[in-house]
């Protein structure tokens, strides 16, 4: 639909004066000339300087704004057979079409990207977007606008430290291909981390909570590193003699012996079984019964919920402490790296005057410095330090900075992990990207289990159940399903990804690489055998049979096992048009295809 607004004006923006100049920007040729565009400056004696251009390479349209005070992109693209409004994350609605009028959404260095896809049918976008501002802070909309059908995207920024880019996608005919070019165009690439990062984990967290224990921990993880687990996180608990939660005790970062009484001795043992050991960091708190606490560190705020402060990261005597407590911590024990949780504690922007001590007037700018002090001092202690961020503080400004990227918490929710996983998947290079640790009830079925497991199975997998708890058949899931993401793995993580149903949470995800597919179906559809490949591997994550569709007769061998590895059928089947297989559960259906020289195995 061609919009009806005249090329002077923009629709209204809640809490936009009308007074506030509206500039029209004159777009390259290639552009659509349904597409418009703005530049709202704070004030009429304001001075923005606008540069457009229309990439040759992938097709964008790349807006840069420059200048001394506020501004505002703005742009409005026709929302032809639109669906859907995806944002990446977790815990993003992605199946609903915002309104214009809808609250506007801050986004910082720790809490996500601006970035986003209006969807069409058939999961074809229509427009995908993106900007980022010099320091990492901007005000984002996106939504419908009622009197045109027309989407309304803003972008705002301060641009005295720095101009704002836009960039958006226009022709792009595949979700993938222009999330990447975005996310690219972004910055949120990384050089590739080492191979390390990709080991299975086993996490405390859900498993024993605060109530850790070295006995038990270490019976753990025996049998996890049989199962080829290779990263142990000691999560929240390590640091107090209790098990009452909060954060009180955050803060001196000790190991408390009553917890765990050598751990040094620790980490060397679990070294001696291939495993790394990570340990978990609350990383602004300062609780209310820690002696650093007591001392009168500078600090943003209270948590009084939390039992803790949050520690001024722009302090130098605050971060002085806290380098030094890591380093003990790093250096004590032999650790491979850190855990760094409640970054997003630092998304405030001066929520109170700088300390005498301030080394910036930034909270955001000081703790990504902080950050980066950490890293330098432990490097001599742990040669390229891992350090794990989770959503939602994970940014152009923060991937750089993390070997590992994790979902955000998502206990019982196998959904929330697969999007979680796929969005980080889509949006950045290089970084390793984990589940929220995986958990099931005691009474799970391994159906079940199966499930939680293949809603992870495109990540590295976290895992979070107490194994000497689990029945047989929840332990032969886990390790047939272990053993087949170790066998696939290059291809899970490293293949390219291709998705369906996006607005309905992904209901197939797709990996390809080196002649090798594997297609998870999380709901019952039916899917298409891929051309080339000379193994194919269709994962039944939801209750029905499994579907299949050749568009020309390929003959192959197939063999489907339950979710607990048991070979339930096999044999050779010729795949033409629509083909039903009886798959359990949480099962697998592989195909081997002929080929001019004799069937593979």
Not at 115 to 131: E, I
Not at 198 to 220: G, I, K, N
Not at 238 to 257: F, I, K, L, M, N
Not at 316 to 327: G, M
Request: with cysteine; aromatic share 6%; hydrophobic share 40%.
């Amino acid at each position: 639909m061609t919009s009806s607004l005249p090329t002077a004006g923009i629709p209204w923006i809640p809490g936009m004066p009308r007074l506030r100049p509206i500039r029209p920007l004159s777009l390259p040729d290639g552009v659509p000339r349904t597409v418009h565009a703005y530049v709202v400056p704070e004030d009429a004696v304001a001075v923005v300087h606008t540069e457009c251009r229309l990439d040759e390479e992938d097709s964008t349209l790349r807006v840069r704004l420059r200048g001394s005070g506020r501004a505002m992109a703005v742009f409005l693209v026709p929302a032809a057979d639109a669906v859907a409004l995806w944002r990446p994350g977790s815990s993003q609605d992605q199946s609903s079409l915002p309104p214009s009028w809808a609250d506007d959404t801050l986004v910082t260095p720790f809490t996500g990207t601006a970035l986003g896809s209006l969807l069409g049918r058939n999961d074809r976008p229509v427009v995908t977007f993106g900007a980022r501002a010099a320091n990492g802070r901007l005000r984002m909309r996106a939504g419908i606008v009622e009197e045109t059908s027309d989407l309304l995207l803003t972008f705002e920024a301060d641009l005295a430290e720095g101009p704002m880019d836009a960039v958006l996608d226009l022709a792009s005919d595949r979700f993938e291909t222009a999330v990447a070019a975005i996310s690219r165009a972004l910055g949120m690439t990384r050089p590739a981390v080492d191979a390390s990062a990709y080991a299975p984990v086993l996490c405390t967290w859900y498993s024993f909570h605060q109530a850790l224990d070295t006995e038990r921990l270490m019976e753990e993880a025996r049998t996890a590193a049989g199962m080829g687990f290779g990263t142990l996180i000691v999560d929240d608990g390590w640091q107090t003699a209790d098990c009452d939660r909060g954060y009180g005790s955050c803060g001196d970062w000790e190991v408390h012996p009553a917890k765990i009484a050598d751990p040094a001795g620790l980490v060397r043992t679990l070294a001696g079984l291939g495993m790394r050991t990570l340990w978990w960091i609350g990383t602004p708190f300062l609780g209310h019964r820690s002696r650093a606490y007591a001392d009168g560190l500078p600090t943003l705020y209270e948590e009084p919920d939390m039992e803790a402060a949050v520690l001024d990261p722009r302090s130098r005597r605050a971060r002085d402490h806290l380098v030094s407590r890591l380093v003990d911590l790093v250096r004590g024990t032999g650790a491979a790296g850190l855990k760094i949780d409640f970054l997003e504690r630092y998304a405030t922007d001066t929520p109170a005057a700088p300390p005498d001590d301030a080394v910036d007037v930034s909270v955001p700018t000081a703790a990504l410095s902080l950050l980066d002090e950490i890293h330098d001092a432990l490097a001599p202690y742990a040669p390229s330090p891992m350090f794990e961020f989770r959503e939602p503080y994970v940014s152009a400004d923060t991937v750089g900075r993390a070997a590992m990227l994790r979902v955000a918490d998502c206990p019982l929710s196998p959904v929330n992990n697969r999007v979680g996983i796929v969005d980080l998947r889509l949006t950045t290079r290089g970084a390793a990207v984990h589940s929220d640790p995986i958990m099931w009830g005691e009474a799970d079925t391994p159906e079940r289990v199966a499930q939680h497991l293949h809603s992870s199975l495109f990540g590295v997998p976290q895992i979070s159940v107490p194994l000497h708890r689990q029945s047989p058949g929840q332990l032969r899931t886990l390790r047939a399903w272990l053993g087949l993401w170790n066998e696939y793995r290059d291809v899970l993580l490293h293949g390219s990804l291709r998705v369906t149903g996006i607005a309905g949470d992904y209901t197939t995800v797709e990996a390809a690489r080196d002649g090798v597919t594997v297609t998870a179906q999380y709901a019952p559809a039916f899917s298409e055998a891929p051309a080339d490949a000379e193994h194919w591997l269709v994962v039944n994550a939801h209750d029905s049979e499994v579907a299949v569709r050749s568009a020309r007769p390929r003959t192959a061998r197939f063999r489907m096992t339950d979710s607990t590895g048991d070979v339930t059928g096999e044999g050779t089947v010729t795949l033409d048009g629509l083909s039903v297989f009886d798959v359990p559960a949480g099962g697998v259906l592989r195909f081997s295809f002929a080929s001019r020289h004799g069937t593979r195995s």
